[in-house]
């Protein structure tokens, strides 16, 4: 059974913080592995990983894939107030003759205090 | 603007009722998608459609059915089978599902939070 797993549950930071999102998977047929920002409702992408080591870059937030070790990380610097969400991490699994589905973790709830 | 469009929001229905939520898109997306999320959990997959007249049971199905007959509309039926039909259901789409096809990156909309009473 495919699995995708978030560590840890829930954080609370102050403003300045740095924090470390953890996401590990146990799939067969890995293609690739997104983050995404759900804040109210609607998730909202930030980043696609499909290559080991090459990490990705938006402002204060970065990702990186170890295909070898099955996990990614997701780091946010110099934290806002702004950045209080869920986390969700998804993995992209190939099925035969259906394509691609995405796996969900459970997500990680981060808040930011002033 | 391009997006997705859940209706209702909110929807309350009483045990043995079924009900329809709505999911139209106007992004020409191919794929579309139905996702099941519970508090503190993360989405699960219940039904998603690679193209029009088509569509297959994600990892959550029973007690939910679908149809795709235009490819800007996936209305999703939870059925009075469904145990426990109490969450906030997430439609989503992407530009193509078939092998390697673009990113593949879904676009969610607002979602609907269905409360059986």
């Known amino acids: 059974e495919d699995k995708v797993v978030q560590s840890p549950l829930s954080l609370v930071v102050h403003e300045g913080d740095t924090v470390t999102l953890n996401c590990s998977y146990e799939v067969t047929n890995f293609r690739s592995l997104l983050w995404y920002k759900q804040e109210k409702k609607a998730p909202t992408f930030l980043f696609m990983l499909?290559?080991?080591?090459i990490e990705k870059k938006s402002g204060r937030l970065s990702s990186i894939l170890d295909k070898k070790e099955l996990f990614s990380i997701l780091n946010i610097t110099a934290t806002q107030t702004g950045d209080s969400a869920v986390y969700l991490c998804a993995v992209k699994i190939r099925i035969k003759a259906a394509g691609n589905k995405l796996t969900f973790g459970g997500g990680t709830r981060v808040l930011v205090k002033p | 603007d391009g997006g997705i469009t859940q209706s209702p929001k909110y929807l309350f229905r009483k045990e043995g009722q079924n009900v329809t939520l709505s999911c139209e898109q106007n992004?020409?997306?191919?794929?579309m998608y139905w996702y099941r999320q519970d508090p503190g959990q993360g989405l699960r997959l219940i039904y998603y459609?690679?193209?029009?007249?088509?569509?297959q049971k994600g990892d959550i199905a029973e007690g939910y059915s679908v149809s795709r007959e235009k490819k800007e509309s996936f209305p999703l039926t939870v059925t009075s089978a469904q145990k426990n039909p109490t969450a906030f259901y997430l439609c989503?789409?992407?530009?193509?599902?078939?092998?390697?096809?673009?990113?593949?990156?879904?676009?969610f909309g607002a979602g609907s939070r269905l409360t059986v009473l």
């Open positions: 459609s690679q193209i029009v007249n088509d569509f």
């Open positions: 989503a789409s992407s530009i193509g599902f078939r092998g390697g096809s673009g990113a593949n990156v879904l676009t």
């Open positions: 499909t290559s080991s080591g």
């Open positions: 992004l020409n997306h191919d794929a």
